[in-house]
């Protein structure tokens, strides 16, 4: 199978733009929280099948999480795989893109 590039591209431009990091700080008992929005595989199916293949899109969600721009989870609610966060290494590659 081809990797297509655009396509990953387009991934983790969904991503950065829909998954929030969000902080609450529970001062009286000194806890800090941080929860994560998430973008599942059907949800990013389902926003960029306009533009691309299915088949292309789960593999360059697939080929995202081995190359360590993605950090992916299975979610066991739903029963599908769920894009957790942008890592380090997917942030430099949508600057080297020129995203």
Known sequence: MKLN???MKSILTLAEHEITLMYRDDSEFGVHYSDT??????????????S???????YAFRMLGEAGYIIKEF???????????ITYE????????GL
């Open 5 to 7: 590039q655009n396509c």
């Open 37 to 50: 929005t998430s973008l599942s595989i059907r949800t990013i199916v389902e926003r960029l099948r306009d």
């Open 52 to 58: 691309y293949s299915v088949p292309d899109i789960k």
């Open 75 to 85: 979610s066991q609610s739903d029963q599908t795989e769920m894009l957790t966060a």
């Open 90 to 97: 997917g942030h430099r590659f949508i600057q080297v893109s």
